[in-house]
């Protein structure tokens, strides 16, 4: 699980990982959010990853993100099938703050509601930037979620090309490669926020445009910088 965390933290980037407790912490988050909530306000951190283990719930990890200084959405996933980065070849030019390829494959993402709250939640995780349009050879990192069913465990897959053409693309024949980690997450316990509490988590606050705010009718300026104004005075 330590290893796991390590690579699963490097996968974000530089800019969006800047930190990683290595210390031992005797807590279940799912029964006591006090000590996660209490960190996240002392080191600003709004998601966070916790991996343990224990006998009765072996290779264990929790996902998680807060708002307003409380937890909103947590999910305890069982890792099995894990393989790190060390059992692929990987080629070691290609950046890890390259933007990712999110793709969730499954009908499930869009049926359930746990899952689709946990889709949210993994894009949050590693979507690093909004970008309007990119150029198609920097697509060399793809991030591949697969779930068949509501019972069968998330597959995760991390591919990369070191060269992506348009011809390749249209031809389907782009040669993805996967370099790890890759692993089987079975969703075991969640803990999600309220449809109006989420509602109110997602509600992004209206931004002022100073260049198209309306500027005040019969009102001008003069080439001296001088305001002036028209009045009409009805005879």
Known sequence: MTQLLRELHNMRGNNLSTLLMKKNNDISPLEDASFIEKMALKCDASLYMIGSNQKKRPD??????????HVLDMFELGITEYKG?????????????LKPILMFQGD????????KRLKNLLIDMFKMQDVAKVEIEALQRVLVFTCSDIDSPIDMRHLECVTVTEHLAKRNAVPFNEVGPSCK?????????GVDLYKDACRKPKVQNVEKKKERKNKFNTDLGVTMGKVFVQN
């Open 108 to 115: 499930v993402f869009e049926n359930s509601d746990k899952h």
């Open 185 to 193: 997450m079975h969703l075991r316990r969640d803990k999600m926020a």
């Open 85 to 97: 980065c060390n059992s692929f070849k990987s080629p070691e030019y290609i950046s890890k703050d």
């Open 60 to 69: 264990n990890l929790v996902l998680g993100r807060m708002f307003n200084g």
